[in-house]
């Protein structure tokens, strides 16, 4: 374990940074959307480039903060059985959890993955008034998916979660 502790700080830096630019672009999306607002109703000029370009930024603000939320414990879960069972019983059915979880991750990602590079290998554009490449955004889903995928494995291996904040229930 010790010698994948290196790739574990370069995974953590960029789920940080990724989280980071992530609230970056929720910012822009604010600021895109009042804009919108702005030109439409007071000049009576709508753009034809907001919302696509928020619908594109959304998808890559989910995808550039989920490794980080995972990575600190704070995807939504469901504590129901606290109140049933022994904290021995709890600690075994977060590790089955966290594995199952980091399992259908990874597999998510493989499967995104794939057909990220189909749409890059047909060179499938978006169906907007502002066209790009759609493997430019569905390359952010399995980053997404895969980081964290690797999260919940690692904490199904015995690493916590990097949070001092208890998860959302």
Known sequence: MTALRPLA?????LSRAGFMLAAAI??????????EVVSR?????????????VSYALCLT???ALPDLVRRGMQISIDLHEAWVSPGVIRALLRVTNALAGVCCVAAAWIT???AW?????GVLTNTYL???????????????LSGGLYFLRQAAG???????????
């Open 9 to 13: 700080r370069i995974h953590d830096a």
């Open 26 to 35: 929720l910012a822009f999306i604010s600021a895109a959307y009042c804009y």
């Open 41 to 53: 109703y007071f000049f009576n000029a709508p753009t034809i480039w907001a919302s696509p370009l």
């Open 62 to 64: 989910i995808f550039l």
């Open 113 to 115: 993955g794939q057909q």
């Open 118 to 122: 189909s749409e890059y290998g047909l």
């Open 131 to 145: 066209p790009i490449p759609k493997w430019w955004l569905f390359v952010f889903i399995p980053y997404g998916f």
């Open 159 to 169: 690493e916590a979660a990097h949070s001092s904040e208890a998860p959302i229930s």
